[in-house]
């Protein structure tokens, strides 16, 4: 019977609640949102699967892996497609091969007033809600089960998602023993996941200081300023507003999950046939690849399956071969590391709600006024 004592041994990819044929295991939301497995010992029958299953550790399977990952800076040939991705549309690359096929895709969505969580898409146009970066960790629900399903009938399947949600997935179909030769994972390169409440009171509180209902939400619009910039934007009927706070939030690793401060995934042995990314460092590579700022994806090409589907997208989109010197990244190396205010942060956040915590940690504020202010005027007299 799983138990979880550390929360940070846990990060929440729900495989322990799939793989119980008892239905004895519910993923339970704690104060912040985040999903933890809680056991019904009246269901459990101590069979061990729900441990067994669970692959949020070092020793995760990399027997596919490569020696080392073939790495690529990729930008799709159509720029509409750029335009409209958070990189440069390699994900939509590899996902309209697979819908061609007839196969399906997952990846994140919005679900309800933009909860995001993970859906199935069987067409480009179901498939395009997945654009775009989310920083919030998503509620799988039953994709497991879907996506073992699927696989069952035959179907390609393409699941995108962070490292530890690709572990998990790929723990329990071994484990169920089913066949995954039609199954094409892909993982990103992933900074830490977010507390799913705390981006609920937040769109609540933009709603109520604009007076406006949020129509649309996009966490980096590249649309408006540009590739590199990093703030969420929202629609809100004819009104379009460009903030920063939850991104300031984001950056200071104050409401992330326990497990994000020890993820084992922070390596160049991905979880994955795929994985990527934004490519910062594309200059080092060719000075040309990017010079609209429009985006360029990282691809990391980590096992032979993964060798295969690149292969079929080759002539639909522009490539260059590069190594990962020229790519390395934080997350490539370790994990973030957690603020040491993170426990203070759920504590207030649970007890006093998000606007007292975006004044008091974040960038909302007369007091993070004025420190502009100061810090304005200082740099201003000593020139």
């Known amino acids: 019977m799983i138990k979880i004592t550390d929360k940070s041994a846990c ?6 609640a799939s793989i119980c044929a008892h239905k004895a295991i519910t993923m339970k939301p704690d104060g912040m949102g985040f999903l933890y497995p809680e056991v019904d010992e009246s269901k459990c029958v101590d069979c061990g699967l729900c441990n067994q299953v669970c692959a949020f550790n070092s020793t995760y399977d990399k027997s596919q892996n490569l020696a080392s990952p073939d790495v690529y800076a ?3 040939k159509d720029m509409d497609e750029i335009e409209t991705s958070r990189s440069g549309a390699v994900f939509i690359a ?6 061609e096929q007839g196969g399906i895709v997952y990846g994140a969505g919005y679900e309800g007033h933009f909860s ?7 067409s480009k146009e179901e498939r395009n809600e997945f654009k775009g970066s989310k920083y919030v960790q998503s509620d799988l629900k039953d994709t497991f089960l879907q996506v073992k399903k699927d ?3 035959g179907y390609k399947v393409m699941f995108s998602g962070t490292p530890c949600q690709t572990s998990g997935l790929l723990s329990y179909l ?9 199954l094409y994972v892909v993982d990103l390169v992933c900074h830490g996941v977010p507390a799913p409440y705390v981006w609920r009171d937040y769109l609540g509180y933009v709603e109520k200081k604009y007076h406006a209902k949020i129509t649309s939400a996009n966490f980096r619009d590249k649309s408006q300023i540009g590739w590199t910039a990093h703030k969420e934007s929202f629609n809100l009927g004819n009104k379009y507003v460009c903030t920063s706070t939850y991104t300031d939030l984001f950056y200071k690793h104050i409401m992330f999950r326990h497990s994000c401060g020890v993820c084992p995934f922070t390596n160049l042995k991905r ?6 990314a934004d490519f910062w460092g594309w200059e080092k590579v060719d000075e040309s ?3 609209d700022d429009k985006g360029v994806s990282l691809l990391f090409v980590n096992t032979e399956k993964g060798r295969g589907l690149f292969s079929e997208i080759e002539s639909h989109v522009n490539y260059w071969r590069t190594d990962t010197i020229h790519c390395m990244q934080p997350n490539l190396e370790y994990p973030s590391a957690i603020s040491s205010l993170r426990e203070e942060f759920e504590r207030y956040f649970i007890s006093r709600g998000f606007v007292y915590c975006g004044k008091k940690y974040g960038n909302m504020g007369l007091k993070y006024q004025l420190l502009g202010m100061l810090r304005r005027m200082k740099h201003k007299i000593l020139g």
């Open 174 to 182: 071994r484990t169920l023993k089913q066949d995954i030769s039609q």
């Open 94 to 99: 590899l996902s309209d091969w697979i819908l």
């Open 289 to 291: 690849i990017n010079r």
């Open 271 to 276: 979880p994955s046939d795929l994985t990527i």
């Open 11 to 16: 990060c929440g990819c729900s495989a322990c």
């Open 74 to 76: 990729v930008r799709h």
């Open 151 to 153: 696989l069952k009938q």
């Open 116 to 122: 995001v969580v993970h859906k199935r898409a069987v």
